[in-house]
């Protein structure tokens, strides 16, 4: 896994979680989980708010270890080397302790926000890429991962997909959500961005049941079964989304290991069972939760198989 970049065409599509589950499979399926760095290019600091909390980030930003300390050092014409803006969280962010993170950046002269302006002022979208090469980034890790804002700001996406091997776009599957996605991948094209990006449906099946049945019905690997009926209008949008990405057919269900605050901080144990099962061979993968059966189903079902007689018996099926 070389460079990759994580982005979405909304909001709370799971992105920054993505993000940092990539790194966790990065980093404990390597012999060394300190090639792995992630780059945190929104502005916001999610992701490393969610590692490294308030006071965390607050030091770092103290201490001029970000990338936009990086990136005005590097305006300055001087030397600039990732190891002395990147940080590792340690016991702060037991699951990535070792992954090495560059947080956005922010004081009272600036932020990041205003520099990835000042970016595309010049037609610098490319400059992300330039900055990875320049301080020895990409020799130094194996795998990069770039969380990025939601397209709303369509900088972010273009600087972090410019600077990818590989784009991974979340969504959820909604009229809404696929509708916007495809209408960012054709802005990107249109923008010379030539990479087909994975496209990854992550979201908690049990509150979008018809869409899990449509999603079913087009193959893709959702544990349980669905009682609802396919929606024919989502289904064609997934067909054209296929057209603008490829589809990741294992659907990332919501876990609350993942997806809470404390992600970061949850034990690797119960994160190998969730994201990389095969990485060590004294964990199993959890059984999917069984589906409940339709009330008006359950007295027409016998639980077990009746007893053998001598009399043919027939076995009387729900319609």
């Not at 990065?26 to 490294?52: C, E, M, N």
């Not at 990409?138 to 997909?161: G, K, M, N, Q, W």
Request: aromatic share 6%; glycine share 6%.
């Amino acid at each position: 896994m070389p460079t990759v970049a994580v982005i979405s065409a909304s909001g709370g599509a799971g992105k920054t979680t993505v993000a940092l589950a990539l790194a966790y499979y990065a980093a404990h399926t390597l012999a060394d989980p300190r090639s792995v760095l992630i780059v945190d290019l929104d502005p916001t600091a999610g992701l490393t708010l969610r590692a490294l909390g308030d006071s965390g980030y607050g030091d770092l930003c103290q201490q001029g270890k970000t990338l936009y300390h990086m990136d005005l050092d590097f305006d300055r014409g001087r030397r600039v080397d990732v190891e002395k803006y990147a940080t590792r969280p340690g016991p702060a962010a037991k699951a990535i302790s070792n992954v090495a993170l560059l947080p956005p950046g922010e004081d009272d002269e600036g932020d990041l926000a205003a520099r990835v302006e000042k970016w595309f002022l010049f037609g610098g979208r490319d400059r992300l890429a330039k900055l990875l090469k320049e301080s020895q980034a990409l020799e130094r890790y194996s795998h990069v991962v770039i969380d990025t804002a939601p397209f709303f700001d369509v900088r972010y996406t273009v600087a972090a997909v410019a600077a990818a091997d590989v784009a991974v776009v979340t969504l959820r599957p909604t009229v809404t959500e696929i509708t916007r996605t495809i209408r960012m991948l054709r802005r990107l094209r249109s923008a010379g961005i030539e990479i087909k990006p994975l496209a990854l449906f992550n979201y908690d099946p049990g509150r979008l049941v018809r869409e899990t049945s449509t999603l079913r019905e087009l193959g893709f690997k959702i544990p349980g079964r669905s009682s609802a009926h396919p929606d024919q209008k989502l289904r064609q949008l997934v067909e054209r989304l296929t057209a603008e990405a490829t589809p990741i057919k294992t659907v990332l269900q919501y876990k609350r290991e993942l997806t809470d605050l404390e992600f970061p901080r949850t034990s690797s144990d119960k994160l190998d069972l969730i994201i990389c099962p095969r990485g060590r061979r004294d964990l199993q993968t959890p059984k999917p939760t069984p589906t409940r059966m339709p009330r008006h189903l359950r007295r027409r079902v016998t639980t077990h198989p009746p007893h053998p007689t001598n009399k043919t018996q027939k076995t009387h099926l729900p319609p």
